[in-house]
């Protein structure tokens, strides 16, 4: 892939190593970018069997990413995180190319 790499943070890696684990029937988890949200872009979360030929496969410890490559242009550089604090639980997507995101973490614009 020609656009900067996205990395997994220690504490995603974790987390989606233990979400494989626990469902035992996924071996991957898929991060995607879709048209929509309140900002525009939201990132997607799926888990999934198999790669495509297109991929970016990020792996680290146990767990298993991938990004397809029209998500990756928007993404490139991007650290996939897992927070948990007082306020919940979840993945965010700390993305150098988003100019502004919603409160929640899941919608951005470019």
Do not use: W
């Not at 996939?80 to 190319?97: E, T, V």
């Amino acid at each position: 892939m020609t656009q900067e790499t996205v990395t997994l943070s220690d504490a995603a890696a974790k987390r989606i190593a233990t979400i494989l684990h626990s469902d035992g029937h996924k071996n991957a988890m898929r991060v995607s970018v879709e048209g929509g949200g309140c900002s525009g872009f939201s990132y997607k979360f799926d888990l999934v069997d198999d790669a495509n030929d297109d991929d970016l496969v990020l792996e680290k410890d146990d767990a298993k990413v991938l990004i397809d490559s029209l998500s990756l242009v928007y993404m490139g550089g991007s650290e996939i995180d897992f927070i948990d604090n007082l306020l919940g639980q979840s993945f965010q997507i700390k993305n150098p190319n988003a100019v502004a995101s919603c409160g929640c973490g899941t919608s951005f614009s470019i």
